[in-house]
């Protein structure tokens, strides 16, 4: 599967757990939108991310993604320290000038 180099970037950098790099993916106004929260800009969306690595130890594996111009919607099977645990969930991306600008994660 064929993903845009920011959003394969998020992915990669999710499984290796490196912040850093999920980090440079974002743009720095970013938008995340998971569990009815929002989180704006790298240091809201970094401490969701690292909150969420330690709570859940969770690792997302895409499966198929649909494209159309700056959205990209991914389809990933997510396992974890959660109940529900495989889930699959639903990641939208909007890109803008090569960096992710938005994502929401949903059931």
């Known amino acids: 599967m064929q993903l845009p180099h920011p959003v394969q970037t998020y992915f990669d950098a999710d499984q290796r757990g490196d912040g850093a790099a999920l980090m440079a993916a974002f743009a720095p106004d970013a938008l ?4 009815g929260h929002s989180y704006r800009g790298h240091d809201q ?3 969701w991310w690292r909150d969420a690595k330690q709570q859940y130890a969770h690792q997302a594996a895409p499966f198929e993604a649909e ?3 700056d959205r990209i919607s991914v389809r990933a099977t997510v396992t974890g320290n959660f109940p529900t645990s495989p889930a699959v969930l639903t990641y939208h991306f ?13 059931p």
């Not at 909007?94 to 949903?106: C, F, K, S, Y």
């Open 94 to 106: 909007t890109l803008a000038d090569g960096r992710i600008a938005e994502l929401e994660i949903r």
């Open 67 to 69: 494209l159309a111009d």
């Open 32 to 35: 995340v939108k998971d569990e």
């Open 45 to 47: 969306i970094d401490a």
